[in-house]
């Protein structure tokens, strides 16, 4: 292969004028509609690539340069399939461009069998993009004979019709990723005479505890100060809750991670999310931070300094 190209891409569109050794690594997602590519676009988000869905192959390498060149982002996965009509031929040369100036690629296609996309499209109730006036069955078989010669040269192909989604994002997880996604735990204290948060996946009640409120000294302080902790974990049912409660959160967070949660909001309240739910919002956190979870601390209503 030589740095020798034609003016223009198959389609007729010009070629666009990369720099030389802009170096990065870009994935390009294409396959079979129906076989998965906005769940595995996801998950290579989740795993920190820049993802940009339904680009016209001819824009790949102009976006490679624009980002990449200037530093903001090193992994770009786009995903490039049929829709794009006439341009979807301009993608083997897009390729050949990026690999001979320096860019690392790697072809990625999804395939499914006809069974398979024809009951997903069926349950979807949406016809197949290049189904016109036809029936289903004959947009499939228009699609993989468009799409065959990217099959042959794909760098690994994933056969998802018979993968559940968390199946599909383990396979592309485990060949693409050099980490697994943390799971971020939120923490929030609330005042339940101020609602309960709505992005909250659990809810703890601690006004079982002895209310500061009421003492006068402590009254104006909040459970960041040193003078309520120690009057709310006074009483032992504080740390005994605590303990317990961060035990049952670590084991469900565990299984969390098995069914694709990337995030979790653990909401601990009070009456008036001052006192009792920050104090232990904050000790809970640390029990997390402990357990070696990522935990991000907050409290929603904490009167503001």
């Not at 666009?16 to 870009?26: A, F, I, Q, R, Y």
């Not at 996309?117 to 069926?122: G, S």
């Not at 693409?176 to 809810?203: C, Q, Y």
């Not at 000294?217 to 006074?234: E, H, I, N, P, S």
């Amino acid at each position: 292969m030589t740095d020798s190209f034609p003016p223009t891409y198959p389609s007729g569109i010009p070629r666009v004028n990369l720099h030389s050794g802009d170096g990065g690594e870009v994935l390009v997602l294409t396959g079979m509609s129906g076989a998965g590519r906005t769940r595995a676009a996801g998950v290579l988000g989740d795993l920190g690539w820049y993802v940009v869905d339904n680009l016209p192959p001819h824009m790949l390498g102009e976006l490679v340069t624009t980002l990449m060149v200037r530093g903001d982002a090193q992994r770009l996965a786009a995903v490039v399939d049929a829709r794009g009509g006439p341009f979807f031929g301009d993608l083997e040369s897009v390729v050949d461009d990026l690999e001979v100036r320096g860019t690392s690629v790697r072809l990625v296609f999804l395939d499914a069998d006809d069974a398979t996309l024809v009951r997903r499209f069926e349950e979807a109730r949406r016809p197949h993009p290049l189904q016109g006036e036809g029936t289903l069955l004959e947009g499939i078989h228009r699609e993989r004979e468009i799409v065959q010669p990217l099959r042959e040269d794909a760098d690994f192909v994933v056969d998802t019709s018979r993968l559940s989604v968390h199946d599909l994002r383990q396979i592309i997880g485990n060949r693409l990723a050099d980490r697994t996604p943390e799971l971020h735990v939120n923490v929030m204290s609330f005042g339940f005479k101020n609602g309960i948060p709505t992005d909250a996946d659990f809810v703890a009640d601690v006004r079982f505890l002895p209310n500061p409120h009421w003492d006068p000294a402590l009254r104006d302080l909040t459970g960041l100060d040193d003078a309520v902790k120690q009057a709310v974990f006074a009483d032992p049912g504080a740390e005994a809750f605590v303990s317990s409660y961060a035990t049952l959160i670590s084991d469900v967070l565990q299984q969390y991670r098995a069914h694709d949660r990337v995030s979790v909001t653990v909401a601990i309240g009070c009456t008036g999310g001052k006192h009792r739910s920050v104090a232990v919002a904050e000790a809970l956190g640390l029990r997390l931070t402990d357990a070696g979870h990522a935990v991000r601390v907050t409290h929603r209503d904490r009167p503001q300094v």
